[in-house]
C-alpha cells in the first residue's frame, strides 16, 4: 500500500518562503509509474491542484497563480516530493495535501480523481 507523509507546513510572513516535503513509502511505488503532486484548499474554496508531475518528471505544471514562485522537485533516492514555495501571500494560505496516482502514461493529473492516494494534509498561513 502506497502512503503519503507531509510535513513543512506553518506560519509565515507574507514574501517569506517554506518548502513541504512528501515522503512516499510502499513497495509498489516507482516513480516512472504515478503522476505525483500538491493540492490544496483554502477555507471557504474549493480544493486545487497547486503543482504535479507526470511520471519520471517529464511534464510539469503549475496552477497560474504559483507559476515563478513555487517549484515542484522529486528526489528518487529518498523517494520525497517537494513544494519549495517562495515570495509566499496571504491567498497561498490553505491545507496542501500533497498527492499520488497511478499513470499509464505521460499526461498530468489536474483533477482530484486522478489520484488514488492522498497525504493528510499540512497547513500553511501566510500572515499579510
Known amino acids: 500500500e502506497v502512503q503519503l507523509q507531509a510535513s513543512g507546513g506553518g506560519l509565515v510572513q507574507a514574501g517569506g518562503s517554506l518548502r513541504l516535503s512528501c515522503l512516499i513509502s510502499?513497495?509498489?511505488?516507482?516513480?516512472?509509474?504515478?503522476?505525483v503532486g500538491w493540492f490544496r484548499q483554502a477555507p471557504g474554496k474549493e480544493r486545487e491542484v497547486v503543482s504535479c508531475n507526470s511520471r519520471s518528471d517529464r511534464s510539469t505544471y503549475y496552477i497560474d497563480s504559483v507559476k515563478g514562485r513555487f517549484t515542484i522537485s522529486s528526489d528518487y533516492n529518498k523517494n520525497t516530493v517537494y513544494l519549495q514555495m517562495n515570495n509566499l501571500r496571504p491567498d497561498d494560505t490553505a491545507v496542501y495535501y500533497c498527492?499520488?496516482?497511478?499513470?499509464?502514461?505521460?499526461?498530468?493529473?489536474?483533477?482530484?480523481?486522478?489520484?488514488?492516494?492522498w497525504g493528510q494534509g499540512t497547513q500553511v498561513t501566510v500572515s499579510s
Open positions: 510502499g513497495s509498489e511505488f516507482r516513480f516512472d509509474e504515478y503522476v
Open positions: 498527492v499520488a496516482g497511478v499513470s499509464f502514461d505521460d499526461e498530468l493529473g489536474y483533477y482530484e480523481g486522478e489520484y488514488d492516494t
